[in-house]
């Protein structure tokens, strides 16, 4: 399995884009870390990876670098931005997790959760609204 890159036809957020371009680029990703979330800050983009934790490309996925320092579980199945704030729902019990930093380092925010088994994670204003095996947290 690849990531592939590209630009969609349709209407996101009120911006038509069209189909441009498609390309493989995968360099840094392994086969069986297949991509679960995207989340993207500024030219940053994220991937959240089963079993591969999180991966950053600043050249539109070209090339991915591993960023999971902090991260107690890889296996992620959502991520999403706020700002300069990156949020990771991650699978097998570890919650949800936050960067400040452009994911160079992780922390577990579950406080208030009665669900660690994140599977959707979307934010709302300075809400913060993650779908669980127990519904919405």
């Known amino acids: 399995r690849a990531v592939l890159i590209g630009l969609r036809q349709g209407v996101k957020e009120g911006i038509s884009v069209k189909i441009e371009s498609l390309e493989v680029a995968n360099t840094g990703i ?24 999180v991966f950053s ?29 990156l949020y990771a729902g991650a699978n097998r019990g570890g919650g ?25 994670i979307t934010e709302s204003g300075t809400n913060l609204i993650a779908g669980s095996r127990k519904g919405v947290q």
């Open 30 to 53: 392994q086969a069986y870390q297949y991509g679960q979330g995207f989340a993207r800050i500024g030219n940053n983009t994220f991937v959240g990876t089963q079993n591969g934790g």
């Open 57 to 85: 490309s600043i050249n539109n996925g070209k090339n991915w670098t591993q960023v999971n320092t902090g991260l107690t579980e890889t296996w992620l199945r959502s991520m999403a931005s706020n700002g300069s704030t």
């Open 96 to 120: 949800v997790f936050i960067s400040a930093n452009l994911g160079t380092s992780w922390t577990a925010s579950n406080t208030g959760m009665n669900a660690n088994h994140i599977w959707a």
